[in-house]
């Protein structure tokens, strides 16, 4: 089958971002008749609702031309943007397709969100997803477990088919080659960054989102051949950087641009954290529920809303920094967003012990800011380029 071509993939891909009101959630549920659960940010099992015939769909809160009136009635000014937004769209109607959503252990904000969700929305699901912080299998391992048995027991209640082995092991392997396209994209950005701008890649992240596993499997496939097969991207001279904080509140696609203008190649980053966050490949093996919950035990990313049991803070992002050849590193934060804000002073502590260039700064929703971090930005791009080999 031949591929389309870039220009028309990435208008496929922009119009999914776009879509505030699940266009193809709706055409799915249309065809299928299946439930759709959406989830918030950074982790959930998508493997285990894939295998219930339910569709997860990722909701990242609104864009920065969503204007907040409504939710701005729930939450405080000061609150980060996602929460408010997420309440905005409930409200509006544009998440009415899906029958319920998931609450991952994120922060206060998120657990409080799950409430409000359940006060508002009354006769659709509304489960919290308490990750552990304690990866022994015998403790965090036991309560996970559990916890995943509960979700699904849900689902079932609201018409989903029960769980079996064998759909949980076939929807593993499905997501393992997901996983498999996205790290392919990441290795081809790291190698040859000026083949892939980051603005382009997320927005394939992030319709990857609304997406049955098998369409984003074959979208990101797609996308990486006709990336390949372009002749007509050429080397830039720009400062290589990793962007990190933004693992959340996702940021305006028009901030992405502003610091690929200022003169950074971003080579590895925090976006979109679900696709890639069970870093390699889960091993199915003759207990499935069981390999679900040990990946996410031993071999998931780094993240401020995980618990550091072993090493130091900081050491997983200088392993990034170095794997990936970066110059430089951006903090690039939610505005509010507790979890990256206390993380961040030990962050820049293990990456100054390295010897390792930061700069730091914090987005919000509006776009009169993109000026001032575009200078910021450009400077310290041009600040590597004369500087760091001296």
């Known amino acids: 089958m031949s591929t389309p071509p870039l220009a028309e993939l990435v208008a496929r891909a922009e119009a999914l971002y776009l879509d505030y009101r699940l266009g193809a959630v709706r055409e799915w549920k249309r065809k ?7 989830y918030m940010p950074i982790y959930v099992p998508r493997e285990l609702l894939h295998a219930q015939g339910v569709l997860p769909v990722g909701v990242m809160g609104g864009r920065e031309d969503l204007e907040i009136i409504k939710g701005d009635a729930y939450y405080q000014s000061y609150i980060c943007h996602i929460p408010r937004s997420t309440i905005e769209l409930g409200l509006n109607g544009s998440l009415d397709p899906l029958d319920g959503m998931l609450f991952p252990a994120i922060c206060d904000v998120i657990r409080n969100l799950s409430g409000m969700w359940q006060s508002l929305f009354p006769d659709k699901l509304a489960h919290y997803l308490d990750l552990p912080q304690d990866f022994d299998p015998e403790l965090g391992g036991r ?23 064998e759909a949980l092991a076939r929807s593993i392997e499905l997501y393992n080659a997901e996983r498999r396209e996205v790290r392919a994209l990441y290795e081809l950005r790291r190698t040859q960054p000026w083949k ?16 049955p596993v098998e369409e984003s499997t074959e979208l990101f496939r797609q996308y990486r051949q006709a990336v390949l097969d372009d002749p007509g991207r050429k080397p ?9 904080g933004s693992f959340c509140e996702q940021p305006p696609l028009g901030l992405i641009k502003t610091l690929e203008r200022a003169g950074c190649s971003i080579v590895d980053d925090d976006f979109v954290q679900v696709l890639r966050f069970i870093r390699s490949d889960i091993p199915v093996g003759d207990d499935p529920l069981g390999a679900l919950v040990h990946a996410f035990l031993t071999d998931a990313m780094a993240s401020p809303t995980r618990y550091v049991d072993r090493g130091r803070k900081g050491a997983e992002l200088v392993q990034r920094v170095r794997a990936c050849g970066a110059e430089g590193l951006l903090f690039c934060a939610p505005s509010f967003c507790d979890p990256a804000l206390l993380d961040q002073p030990m962050l820049v502590k293990a990456v100054e012990a390295e010897g390792i260039a930061w700069t730091a700064f914090k987005y919000a929703e509006n776009s009169g800011q993109f000026q001032v971090i575009r200078e910021q930005a450009g400077t310290f791009a041009d600040s590597i380029k004369l500087w760091s080999n001296a």
Request: aromatic share 8%; net charge positive.
């Open 236 to 244: 830039l001279d720009q400062a290589r950087v990793v962007l990190t």
């Open 196 to 211: 892939l701008p980051t603005h382009e890649l997320y927005l394939f992240l992030r319709a990857a989102l609304v997406l």
């Open 32 to 38: 299928t008749g299946g439930l759709a659960i959406g």
């Open 143 to 165: 309560f996970y477990r559990h916890d995943l048995e509960r979700l699904s027991a849900s689902l079932v209640e609201r018409g989903a088919r029960p769980l079996t082995s």
